[in-house]
């Protein structure tokens, strides 16, 4: 009797798994956003979510991106491509920031900065600068591997975009630009040397170029040497109104010529911004960089480029003034043959005892905040609020990702176990401005009230729109929001009726970054036996 038992629960165990697994799969979009049109075409941008100063290598028959995480950890993104349009999110370079005394507390804005990815002698390399430290070096022999703990190579502040060359001649350089929030100077370009291995770099700086009078707000290098020439590839005229200069000199030290190649034009692509020349085994050129879309942060396209008389020229050049202007669709690049499309992880059924790559705390994260498991749920705990926090823009142990597009809806199922009066949790879309579904016990019952906060890094106090008492402990949470960032939310008690809930809401990008979505517990003051949440799944489709 009792085998059995056991083997009718076991068939039921398996049929009802089998049944989620079906609804889980036909429950979400496989991605928000595809640029890979299908067709051999693309429709720019290739990433369209929030990757910063995006830099690129290609490796063999593989191309690899990094870009800016500011104070979000796991930092230093590593994505990895056959085709330079399809993307995939495999590793980070940093598991935590240092000093972690300072970082162990949330940062907004500071942290990792433009990075540089380079590949030599069989290892991969990030620079990445810290505009209150220095500029840091990471390294590793796989990109899906382990990277080493970061090296301070070069110590100030305000130093920043940092890019390195090994010469042909056996000589290292490091070339970087300034941050005037720190340094006190900007919009110069200055190059020194280092030592073979580039751990160490040397206080002989020379400058190479000085962009006041044509270049303004000049950042962002990248070095490149072809054909005899020295080639920085930089932005200037600043983030969201610049455009991108080309550099070149027979001579690391200069002097330099410089030449606009590539600016808005009459496309609708602001900036455009910070990147990297990359070259297919074809002998293609291509030019990957950001455009600033104010909420959802800076977001990836991809550039065909060429070169005339020595210079490059990136994008189409539709009037012949020998500036090149960003395309909307394009050919897929040649790379030999063709590879499926990849969609990128947004939703999450947290059916693994590990977080999915999309997710990142605000600080370094702590062993008591949360535990993937294999229970089909992540259990995130409610730690104490910062004693000083006023909102949410202070606590670091917000569970989040980017917002994957300008429309999405993303659903989730919670699981509330609380153990006291005053313990809360919740469902959030975040950034200067941020809007809590947020889930809190009082006098031993639940309460689901919306909660927004105007100017949350001034320091204002949330708000509360509207509140309803939940009959159970388990309750669904969503948001829809549309292109120009307004946001709705309703929840469900049954998974099957969804009823509005407070008032809409305008999202509205972070420090340096954009507008995230995700999950937070706490509480106030210390316990030995805090509550908890249990994120059952979050799913995202179109709209």
Request: charge should be neutral; proline fraction near 5%; aromatic fraction near 14%.
């Amino acid at each position: 009797m009792k085998m059995k038992k056991n083997s009718i629960y076991f068939l039921c165990f398996f049929f009802s798994s089998f049944l989620f697994g079906q609804e889980s799969a036909d429950s979400f979009s496989k991605s928000v956003w595809v640029s890979d049109n299908g067709d051999g075409t693309y429709t720019n941008p290739i990433i369209n979510a929030d990757y910063s100063d995006p830099d690129v290598i290609r490796v063999g028959d593989k191309f690899y991106m990094t870009a800016s995480s500011f104070n979000c950890i796991p930092g230093l993104p590593i994505l990895e491509s056959n085709d330079l349009v399809n993307w995939k999110l495999i590793n980070y370079g940093l598991k935590k920031q240092i000093p972690s005394n300072f970082y162990n507390k949330a940062q907004h804005g500071k942290g990792v900065w433009a990075p540089c990815i380079r590949y030599h002698n069989k290892e991969f390399y990030i620079y990445y600068p810290d505009p209150d430290y220095g500029i840091y070096m990471i390294k590793s022999t796989k990109a899906e591997g382990q990277w080493s703990e970061p090296i301070l190579v070069k110590k100030g502040k305000g130093l920043i975009d940092p890019t390195p060359l090994w010469d042909d001649d056996g000589k290292t350089y490091l070339v970087y630009a300034f941050a005037g929030s720190r340094a006190g100077i900007k919009s110069v370009l200055v190059g020194c040397t280092m030592n073979a291995e580039g751990t160490v770099a040397n206080n002989d700086e020379v400058l190479l170029f000085d962009g006041h009078q044509d270049e303004p707000t000049l950042e962002g290098p990248k070095i490149y040497k072809k054909n005899g020439y020295y080639y920085i590839f930089a932005p200037a005229g600043g983030v969201a109104t610049g455009w991108q200069t080309a550099f070149r000199s027979k001579n690391i030290y200069g002097p330099y010529e410089n030449k606009k190649v590539l600016d808005q034009g009459a496309s609708k692509v602001n900036g455009p911004h910070q990147g990297a020349w990359i070259q297919t085994k074809s002998g293609e050129d291509w030019f990957i960089h950001f455009q600033d879309k104010g909420i959802i942060g800076r977001v990836v396209h991809l550039q065909p480029m060429k070169w005339i008389n020595d210079w490059p020229i990136i994008g189409i050049d539709t009037n012949g003034d020998g500036i090149g202007e960003p395309v909307s669709t394009y050919k897929k690049p040649n790379v030999g043959k063709s590879y499926p499309v990849v969609y990128q992880k947004e939703s999450d059924e947290f059916s693994k005892p590990k977080l999915d790559l999309q997710w990142q705390w605000h600080a370094n994260p702590q062993i008591n905040w949360g535990f993937p498991s294999s229970y089909g749920y992540y259990m995130l705990n409610c730690i104490p609020k910062p004693k000083k926090a006023v909102n949410l823009f202070d606590v670091p142990n917000l569970l989040l990702q980017k917002f994957p597009s300008e429309e999405f809806t993303a659903t989730t199922k919670l699981n509330v176990n609380f153990n006291f009066d005053e313990e809360e949790a919740g469902f959030l879309v975040m950034g200067l401005d941020y809007c809590l579904l947020r889930i809190k016990q009082t006098e031993s019952k639940l309460y689901l009230s919306q909660m927004i906060c105007l100017n949350a890094d001034k320091n204002q106090a949330e708000s509360e729109a509207a509140t309803v008492l939940l009959k159970g402990n388990i309750v669904y949470l969503q948001v829809k929001a549309l292109a120009d960032g307004i946001c709705t939310f309703l929840y469900s008690e049954d998974g099957t009726d969804f009823k509005n809930i407070g008032i809409p809401f305008k999202a509205r990008e972070g420090k340096w970054i954009g507008s995230k979505v995700g999950f937070v517990a706490q509480r106030n003051g210390f316990i030995n036996n805090a509550g908890n949440v249990k994120i059952d799944w979050i799913r995202f489709n179109k709209i």
